[in-house]
């Protein structure tokens, strides 16, 4: 499995504040996603990144939402302006070869909880 | 109909008990099929790909059968440490070539009693 770490592991930020979660894969990879899980639901899809940009993103991933990769290495998930709703963990996750048919592996996930 | 449908449980079994998760998936597009698993808010974490031949690892055994869209995960001796929720996913070719986003399940939830 690929190491991966998530910072900060638990946010709590005021609604409307901006929050960047961060993503810190150890080795080289291709294809990241982010994921949300609220508590109790299941896990949902939010985008996934390839080649220094968005492949594919869902309904959720609105304006509000941005991912970057900004010094080649740490891969971020931006909220702008967050929402009671937005409380949840998100995950990362790293394919670990070079086709995008290989094995997703999770980071750790950073908890959200926005009052 | 939900994109992955999965028994929520709770499984509650004794140890050493033998045990199978069943899950449907509408997409008959879907490509890819995982069983992950999840301990209390921590993050999934693959156990095991699942084939048409079907697989083993250890205790895990798994199935897919395309024709009616349906995987399975048997848990042969159950342990303690099994005690999680089981979690079905599939991915569908992203028609754009980026990467193939997991279509996830709720999750089926297991305790493992003494």
């Known amino acids: 499995e690929p190491e991966v770490t998530q910072t900060p592991s638990h946010q709590v930020t005021q609604m409307g504040q901006e929050v960047i979660l961060r993503c810190v894969p150890i080795s080289n990879h291709l294809y990241f996603y982010w994921y949300r899980q609220i508590l109790g639901q299941k896990v949902e899809f939010l985008v996934s990144f390839y080649n220094n940009e968005i492949s594919e993103k869902s309904e959720i991933f609105d304006d509000q939402f941005s991912v970057e990769r900004p010094d080649g290495s740490n891969f971020t998930l931006k909220i702008r302006s967050t929402k009671l709703e937005d409380s949840a963990m998100y995950f990362c996750?790293?394919?670990?070869?070079?086709?995008?048919?290989?094995?997703?592996?999770f980071g750790p996930g950073t908890r959200l909880t926005v009052l | 109909r939900k994109e992955v449908e999965q028994d929520p449980g709770p499984f509650n079994v004794p140890e050493g008990a033998t045990v199978a998760f069943n899950c449907t998936y509408s997409?008959?597009?879907?490509?890819?099929f995982f069983w992950y698993r999840q301990d209390c808010r921590k993050e999934p974490k693959l156990l095991m790909s699942v084939y048409s031949s079907g697989n083993e690892d250890g205790r895990f055994t798994a199935q897919l059968n395309r024709a009616s869209q349906y995987i399975s995960l048997l848990i042969r001796d159950s342990k303690l440490s099994d005690s999680a929720t089981y979690l079905c996913v599939v991915t569908a070719r992203h028609s754009s070539g980026g990467g193939n986003k997991l279509t996830f399940g709720t999750g089926t939830q297991l305790k493992v009693e003494l």
């Open positions: 996750a790293l394919v670990t070869g070079t086709t995008r048919t290989d094995t997703q592996y």
């Open positions: 997409n008959s597009a879907s490509q890819s």
